[in-house]
């Protein structure tokens, strides 16, 4: 990405233009020495994490444009987003018991034992649901609990 100021504004382009009109003169094949003359600097975008940062503030910092990475600002409130992370760890945790469902139900219509290797699955997986639930109730911050990742 290239980016040049214009009468005190930074304007971006996705490369070196093919044609680009500056100062009256208009100039139809640029290439990197002639972008270059004509103040064309290379855009650096810093590395963020768009969950929670975000880009803002294009400016020019050494030989080339930049931008600053500022916090997001995050409407929710903390009870609402662990609610949030809450019912997204109840839909992992539901879709892996509904693999097994089968045998919970058949045992329900016939009578069939529930083989014990999946009582202990479903079991772990309870149990891993309600500490993973505890440890995102537990979380003191709006941008914790946007971060947190939940693995099962």
């Known amino acids: 990405m290239k980016a040049i100021e214009i009468n005190g504004e930074i304007k971006t382009f996705g490369s070196i233009p093919k044609k680009f009109n ?3 003169k208009l100039y139809l094949s640029l290439n990197e020495t002639t972008s270059s003359e004509l103040g064309f600097k290379d855009v650096v975008t810093p590395t963020f994490d768009g969950r929670v940062e975000e880009l803002s503030n294009l ?3 050494g030989d080339v444009y930049t931008y600053d990475v500022i916090d997001k600002t ?3 409130t903390l009870a609402e987003l662990k ?3 809450v019912a997204e760890l109840k ?3 539901g879709s892996k018991l509904s693999v097994t469902d089968w045998y919970v139900i058949r045992q329900a219509d016939a ?3 529930i083989p014990q290797d999946i009582k202990d699955d479903r079991a772990a997986l309870r149990t891993a649901s309600d500490l993973i639930e505890a440890e995102i109730n537990a979380l003191t911050t709006k941008k914790s609990v946007v971060l947190f990742d939940i693995t099962i």
Do not use: Y
């Open 59 to 61: 400016h020019l910092d």
């Open 91 to 93: 839909s992992i945790v």
């Open 22 to 24: 500056h100062n009256g």
């Open 74 to 76: 995050i409407k929710e």
């Open 83 to 85: 609610e949030q992370k």
């Open 111 to 113: 009578g069939t034992d």
